[in-house]
């Protein structure tokens, strides 16, 4: 499928890189020529040079055969006005990254999509609400939910005091109230068969309900982790704000920002209960001074994930238990889990989850992307007739990589077992890797 | 980082398709009965069995190519076909010295056309087209051939092809390398069928049409006559080769959309279509009249015949004759000269410098006059509408100067072997363009057979550099590439 991406920023050149390794037809279209720089001699896609809010630039593109047109440019204004004019030279689908929260009211939806923007996505926004997940549940590493809740699943780092490490799957009882879909081990993603355990320092994803959450986390041996009443955060970026809108007003919120110009901006942003500092968060005198030692959780989001990196470390050395931070480099992901800096955020990741669902030609409840392990997890609508509800799941065939993490049906989660017929009607999480995703797509059409 | 388990086993993986070459030519050696038919199978099974164990041994390990990878597989790749491509003619006893087979070889894969054959008619047909199967996916360059041919091997990486496919500018067709691969591929074998059918009708051959056509199109020069194009004595062939000569100049993407997506206008905007074409223009005429006003016997048709030939073959750097200019006065050898050095347009399968270089050179010249006249106005320097970033100005006029440093380099060798200077200095010009046939003693109507090893290995090694445009050959040359730091 042709896809046209304009804007080689990070989110653009991200999906670029991802999308032609899934063997897409990527082109790339922005009006700097450095910054499409060395794309096209390393990366199998096309590059144009051009200005996406121009027809001439559009068409050279191939707009008019694109599947799926995505604007992210760092402008929203011109993201909107590129998606209408690809939606007007014939793009099938298009998406604009926006950065602005009102557009994202569900009761606008509809003048967009006669603008000819299909969807929005607000990478900011999508961080901020994981950050607000992560404060609320701070043992676990990430939570999605799924069939409005029916589902969720999480990722937990476990330590030597969890009592479900080194017992061997086919040990545990058959009647546990969960299913482990994947393991992360060091850089090696595990999809558990038998004869694997979990080890100390694996991070693992449970697919569970949500009224067996409480067990899961006493399984884990994270009962020790108390009620999270303090945060503090760096930097002022726009996640940040977002950041601060989301989660529970009884929290006590600060903001360290070393531009004294944003702290200005900043306090006209956030509500009043958040304090802004100005000030260097890498510090440790300030941090103390601030109360590091009392803070339940530090949450790093300055524009540079290297001092994030660096600023969650100190955090935690001056006591903080729990620590969050933005990581734009995918490389450094890994890194900072063997350094051992608690949750990541990475807008691209988040972007990238958006895409994937447009992407996918049967429709599909949900995409969302794992921060901590490459792979996806995906809810497929089951309709009548589809491949999937022929035969009992072990005799599926699924692709390797894939695995059910559990089935929704009426408004219940249900665990899949081999001999599960799946039924029209239900809902089918999945886990799978990235690659293997699109062939899912034949079990559900 | 280079990965020599990834290097050989891509390489091993391409001799595969060497030896599907050379098991075509062992069909044209059972279609005419000849006796090659042993030495053409042994050949293809050294070839294939060397690839299984290059294969076999590099199976496994990494599997992403690196830039340096890329530009190693490319060079080397283009080395070892030439070395290995010459086991059917010493196999078969038509050539008998290593150096001449490789020489052939590399002028093959090159698509240069110079060779040391002496009585090529009295090759086996198979081994003929042998040579023009060389120059028919030296053409389009070996890892773009196995890219387009056969996607199924996974080659279609994209360093590895970045590394073959040079030029100052890039356009592709579509996102994906494989799908413009075969894109280009269809037409380049639809203009070889069109060509060998023309041929055919204006009273070639079927054998002379196609193999003719395989060299037209790869802009090669090797025929299966001696005397060239002239022995056909067809003013209708001529034409008809001119014509397809032309057209094989022309960058193949631009004829595909041309053609194939009905945009004929593309070609006309493009500003190094438009200088291929006035040079080619001026150029005929000023040789026509040149040939006309000559002593001799030459009307107006067959001066200007022998003009639009002898130029388009030339700057297409095709390298075929009708008439044997070497014997032409003086001063149009030096205008032949300059449309060796300028070649065809980029994307074409062309060599030599190529117009689009030639024009932005020009105008760089001309901008640095008005810059005297006009201190302070910001002159671009445009192509097609784009204004060309300083960067690739200075990229085009290192290539100038790496081009004329391997020029004189040249020169200088064969001069050190004893050739006299019009002999060596247009045998080198003729090398690193790949155009093929030289001056003086080495015109096109003679053989290279004559030439010192030294000379002939120089050459080879000066064809493999200008195929490649210098750099990604070059570059194994330099330290810095090997630096593990």
Known sequence: MRIVIAGAGAVGTHLAKMLSSENENVVLLDESEEKLGRMETSFDLQTIIGDPTKISALKDAGVGEAELFVAVTPDESRNITACILAHYLGASKTIARIDNYEYLLPKHKEYFASLGVDSLIYPEQLAAEEIATSIKYAWMRQMLEFGGGALVMIGVKVRENASIINIPFKELPPDIPYHIVALQRDDETIIPRGNDCIKANDIVCFMTTHENIPYIRQICGKEQFSEVKSVIIMGGSRIAVRTTKLIPENIDVKIIESDLNRCHKLVELVDDEVMVINGDARDPELLRSEGIAHTDVFIALSDNSETNIIACLAAKRAGVSRAVSEIENIDYISMAEKMDIGSVINKKKLAASTIFQMMLKTDVSSVKCLTFIQAVVVEFPVNHDCLITRKPVKALGLPDGANIGGLIRNGAGVHVTGNTMIEPGDHVIFFCVERVLKKLEKYFK | ?485
């Open chain 2, 1 to 485: 980082m280079f990965h020599p388990r990834v290097i050989f086993r891509v390489i091993g993986m391409l001799l595969f398709i060497e030896a599907l070459f050379m098991l075509m030519c062992v069909g044209v050696a059972f279609f005419y009965n000849e006796n090659t038919v042993q030495s053409l199978l042994s050949s293809a099974g050294i070839v294939a069995l060397i690839g299984a164990v290059l294969v076999f041994l590099c199976k496994g390990g990494n599997r992403n190519v690196s830039f340096k990878d890329g530009y190693i597989v490319v060079s080397l790749c283009w080395v070892v076909f030439s070395l290995l491509g010459t086991l059917p003619y010493i196999l078969s006893g038509s050539i008998t010295n290593f150096t001449d087979a490789f020489f052939e070889t590399m002028s093959g894969f090159s698509t240069t056309g110079a060779t040391i054959l002496e009585d090529i008619e009295a090759l086996p047909k198979s081994i003929l087209f042998w040579r023009m199967m060389t120059h028919w996916v030296g053409g389009l360059g070996i890892v773009f051939f196995t890219v387009a041919v056969f996607p199924m091997f996974g080659l279609n990486d994209i360093k590895l092809f970045s590394a073959e496919s040079v030029g100052p500018m890039r356009s592709k067709l579509h996102p994906r390398i494989s799908v413009t691969a075969r894109w280009i591929l269809t037409i380049y074998i639809a203009l070889t069928i069109i060509c060998a059918v023309s041929l055919n009708v204006v009273g070639m051959g079927w054998f002379d049409s196609i193999c003719h056509s395989m060299s037209t199109i790869a802009t090669g020069g090797f025929s299966t006559k001696q005397a060239s194009i002239a022995a056909f004595n067809s003013p209708a062939i001529e034409y008809v080769i001119t014509f397809f000569m032309f057209v094989s100049g022309v960058n193949l993407s631009l004829l595909y959309l041309a053609i194939f997506k009905l945009r004929p206008m593309t070609l006309l905007r493009d500003t190094e279509f438009k200088t291929y074409l006035i040079i080619v223009a001026v150029f005929t005429f000023a040789i026509g009249l040149g040939l006309f006003f000559s002593p001799g016997d030459m009307d107006a048709e067959s001066s200007f015949r022998a003009s639009v030939f002898q130029v388009v073959s030339l700057q297409t750097t095709t390298g075929f004759a009708t008439v044997d200019y070497a014997a032409w006065m003086p001063l149009l050898w030096l205008l032949l000269c300059a449309l060796m050095f300028f070649g065809a347009c980029s994307g074409s399968t062309s060599g030599a410098m190529k117009c689009v270089r030639i024009s932005i050179l020009f105008k760089v010249v001309w901008n640095e006059f008005k810059r005297i006249v006009h201190p302070n106005a910001v002159i671009p320097v445009r192509m097609s509408k784009r204004v060309i970033p300083t960067a690739v100005q200075s990229a085009i006029l290192a290539y100038t100067v790496i081009y004329i440093f391997t020029l004189v380099a040249g020169l200088f060798v064969n001069m050190a072997f004893g050739i006299d200077f019009l002999d060596s200095f247009s045998i080198s010009v003729a090398s690193v363009g790949n155009v093929g046939p030289a001056l003086g003693n080495y015109g096109p109507m003679d053989s290279f057979a004559l030439l010192p090893d030294g000379v002939k290995w120089f050459s080879a090694f000066q064809m493999l550099v200008g195929r490649l445009e210098f750099f990604a050959v070059l570059l194994l040359f330099t330290p810095v590439f090997w630096k593990r730091r």
